[in-house]
T-cell receptor, first 117, second 110 residues
Framework: DTGVSQDPRHKITKRGQNVTFRCDPISEHNRLYWYRQTLGQGPEFLTYFQNEAQLEKSRLLSDRFSAERPKGSFSTLEIQRTEQGDSAMYLC???????????????FGPGTRLTVT | GNSVTQMEGPVTLSEEAFLTINCTYTATGYPSLFWYVQYPGEGLQLLLKATKADDKGSNKGFEATYRKETTSFHLEKGSVQVSDSAVYFCALDGNNRLAFGKGNQVVVIP
C-alpha cells in the first residue's frame, strides 16, 4: 500500500508529557499537511510544507505545537506539555502541485488519535 | 475567511432512498470544492470534486454540482446502499489548505 501512513495510530499520554507523531506521505507528493479533528467537527488546518519548507504555521494552535519535515519526505508533529484539550485526532495529508488550474487533491492518512489523561 | 456550512444533524434513511446533503460555502475567489467520506474506522477519502462553476463532480453514484450563484455544492445519490453509511464532509480549497464543514453522519438502514 503506497498511501499516506501515520504512526502511532493511538497515543495515550499524561498531561504535561511531550508527544511526537510521524507522517509518511505518498512518495512523489511534495506537499504535506497537518490537520486536527475533534469529535463532531471537520478537520481543522494546522500547517503545511512544500518539500522541506514550512510555508504556513500561523494556524498551529499554540507555541507548544511544532512540526518538521527535515528532508522533504516524512514529517513529525510534536506537542509539548500536553493538555487535556489537545485530545483529538491528528491527520496528515499529502498532495502534489498541478500546473495550470492549480487544483490539487489531498490524500489523507488514517490519523493518530491522542488521548491526554 | 473561507468557510463551509453543512446541514445540521445525522441523516438516517432506508436502503434505496434518495440522499441529499446540503453544503454552502463562503470564499474569496473561485475555490475548488470537494466531498470527502470517512467510513467507520478508516481515514478520509476523496469522494468527488469540482473545480469551477457549473462543474459536476461524480463518483460511485454520488453527484454534486458547483453552483456559484447560490454558493452551494450539495451532495446527492439516487439510491443509497447500506455500504454508504459513513460521515460525509464538504470542503473547499483556498490559500493552500482545505476548509471543512462539520460533516454529516449518514446511516442507511436495510
Amino acid at each position: 500500500d503506497t498511501g499516506v501512513s501515520q504512526d502511532p495510530r493511538h497515543k495515550i499520554t499524561k498531561r504535561g508529557q511531550n508527544v511526537t507523531f510521524r507522517c509518511d506521505p505518498i512518495s512523489e507528493h511534495n506537499r504535506l499537511y497537518w490537520y486536527r479533528q475533534t469529535l463532531g467537527q471537520g478537520p481543522e488546518f494546522l500547517t503545511y510544507f512544500q518539500n522541506e519548507a514550512q510555508l504556513e504555521k500561523s494556524r498551529l494552535l499554540s507555541d507548544r505545537f511544532s512540526a518538521e519535515r527535515p528532508k522533504g519526505s516524512f514529517s513529525t508533529l510534536e506537542i509539548q506539555r500536553t493538555e487535556q484539550g489537545d485530545s483529538a485526532m491528528y491527520l496528515c495529508a499529502s498532495s502534489t502541485i498541478t500546473t495550470g488550474f492549480f487544483t490539487y487533491e489531498q490524500y489523507f492518512g488514517p490519523g493518530t488519535r491522542l488521548t491526554v489523561t | 475567511g473561507n468557510s463551509v456550512t453543512q446541514m445540521e444533524g445525522p441523516v438516517t434513511l432506508s436502503e434505496e432512498a434518495f440522499l441529499t446533503i446540503n453544503c454552502t460555502y463562503t470564499a474569496t475567489g473561485y475555490p475548488s470544492l470537494f466531498w470527502y467520506v470517512q467510513y467507520p474506522g478508516e481515514g478520509l477519502q476523496l469522494l468527488l470534486k469540482a473545480t469551477k462553476a457549473d462543474d459536476k463532480g461524480s463518483n460511485k453514484g454520488f453527484e454534486a454540482t458547483y453552483r456559484k450563484e447560490t454558493t452551494s455544492f450539495h451532495l446527492e445519490k439516487g439510491s443509497v446502499q447500506v455500504s454508504d453509511s459513513a460521515v460525509y464532509f464538504c470542503a473547499l480549497d483556498g490559500n493552500n489548505r482545505l476548509a471543512f464543514g462539520k460533516g454529516n453522519q449518514v446511516v442507511v438502514i436495510p
